[in-house]
């Protein structure tokens, strides 16, 4: 990719010598060959999967029954921990993974469920893997009342009479009825700190990434009263920066956080230009010197915030008269060094930023890319569980691209959105990023299905695809002494067919599989993850 590496993939690094406990009295172990890689087969032990519970078979609406992939599927148990060997020289990488139901309340969406966090750790030659629910408040509740107790992303408990309609309002705005499921992502913070983050302030869980086991909440110890936060913070070893729209007084707070600290420290603020309320903000890129705050049509919503039901764009709203803008700022002043109007966008996911310079080393502007969505919101449709399920060979994906904004630091009113390469390349689908690698679609499909690695100065991509498959997020790892920024391996979790899964690595430059090591049993798809260098 043309352009400086982002913080959040520099600080990704190498590892050694996690470990996992397993209750041996417990642990039912075989032998079963699960590894092969291109070299050697090999063998791995497996604990726990016998407490596997029964598992009813959904069904469509139409009483088709569904996939048979474990990716749109509930997590099967709390807890378990198992080995296999492969070579490698990998740390712990943790990624997401999902409960969809608890007792008999099924989530709906994608965005929806209770958090699991994966572990695999490679260590000379072997892996070891995890999962285990964690313990947030929201995740207690409902497992000791068998039902929904606070708000998530596309459900909320129902109001029993108009009092405590009134009650919710409030807690509402206090923030007390909002979740604490913190199901989006992973960070280490620069002390080591390892927190999982969700989209609310108070979905803020620190776990220990050894035994992935709860710590606790994340404690903000500023005065900050607002709710809600990016889900991906830009974190390195020396800051934690992320954005908090302000739903009041329409606009965002840009704050920066030090490792060792609790403490969010405002760096500058940037005021909405469109309204009525700021554009959702699930990521945002920075370059070196500045941080670009997104202002999209696609905007939180107070009123659908307070519905118990669905709405067709969940807590959010299009607002395409609203126009949509890009804002930029001075990482050391706080000061708005340019805003302009853009074309229409859908993003989830800014992928990465860099500065524009001219011959004589002055910044001209911004370069920023994101997985777009061509302006199309049915996207959030899309990721309905009963949609993801029900795939029946119709290629109902809407295209996305990696859409390049390029803002302009001369005065002009307006930047550019463009596709920063042919669609085609990556078959016309585009999330679930790490800077080159991404998620992109083998057609036809409902969900991105392949592995695609961008090429942005080529203008071209590489994919890999396993049919009937479903990658999770792929991770880039460098190979320790690289000096190309593709020498490495990309590892993503599978969710394949027949309720199977396994990891897959592939080889960062030619982007051929180098291994594949089975799961004991299919994962649920999982959103985010990240490494934690081990000391
Ligand atoms: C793209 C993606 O992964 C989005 C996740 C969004 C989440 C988890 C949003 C969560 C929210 C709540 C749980 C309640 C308050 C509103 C909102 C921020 C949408
Ligand atoms: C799964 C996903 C977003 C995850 C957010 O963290 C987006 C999928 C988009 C499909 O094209
Ligand atoms: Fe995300």
Known sequence: MASSMSAATASKTFGSNATFSGDVKEAIAFKKTVVSTKRSMREMIITNVATRPPVSMPVTESGQPETKLAAWTSVRQEKWEGELVVEG???????????????????????????????????????????????SEAYKAAKNNKKLCYR??????????????????????SGASLTDNANTGVIKLGDGRVVCLTETIKGSIEINPHTLETIGKFEYTDTYSGIIHSAHPIVTESEFLTLLPDLIKPGYVVVRMEPGEN??????????????????????????????????????CAQNLLKAEPTPLYKFQWHPESKAFMHVMCKATGNIVASVEVPLFVTFHFINAYEDKDEDGRVTGIIADCCEHNANT????MLKLQNLRSFNGDDVLADARVGRFTIPFDGSPMGKLEAALDPNEH????????????????????FPNTLT??????????????????????????????????????????????????????????????????????????LHGCWVPMK
């Open 89 to 135: 020289e990998i740390p712990i990488w943790l990624k997401w993974s999902r409960l969809w139901h608890i007792g008999d309340y099924n989530f709906r969406h994608l965005f929806d469920g209770y958090a699991t966090l994966v572990g695999l750790h490679f260590e000379n030659g072997k892996l070891k893997a995890g999962h285990r629910q964690i313990e």
């Open 152 to 173: 998530e992303f596309s459900e909320a408990p129902k109001a029993e009479n108009f009092l405590s309609y009134l009650g919710d309002l409030a807690s509402l705005f």
């Open 263 to 300: 403490e969010r420290k405002v760096i500058g603020r940037v005021d909405c230009r469109g309204g009525p309320s700021p554009g959702w903000v699930h990521s945002f890129p920075v370059t070196e010197h500045y941080i670009i705050v997104p202002e999209m049509p696609l905007r939180y």
């Open 378 to 381: 049915t996207i959030l449709d």
């Open 427 to 446: 078959g016309k689908g585009m999330d679930i990023t790490d800077m080159l690698n991404a998620c992109g679609a083998e057609r036809p499909c409902n």
């Open 453 to 526: 690695k961008i090429d942005l100065v080529n203008k071209t991509a590489k994919n890999w695809y396993d049919e009937g498959a479903v990658p999770s997020e792929p991770f880039f790892v460098p190979r320790p002494g690289a000096t190309e920024e593709d020498d490495g391996a990309v590892i993503s979790m599978i969710s394949d067919k027949n309720d199977e899964g396994y990891a897959l690595l592939l080889d960062g430059s030619s982007f051929e599989e180098i291994a594949r090591a089975k799961f004991p049993y299919g994962l649920p798809y999982g």
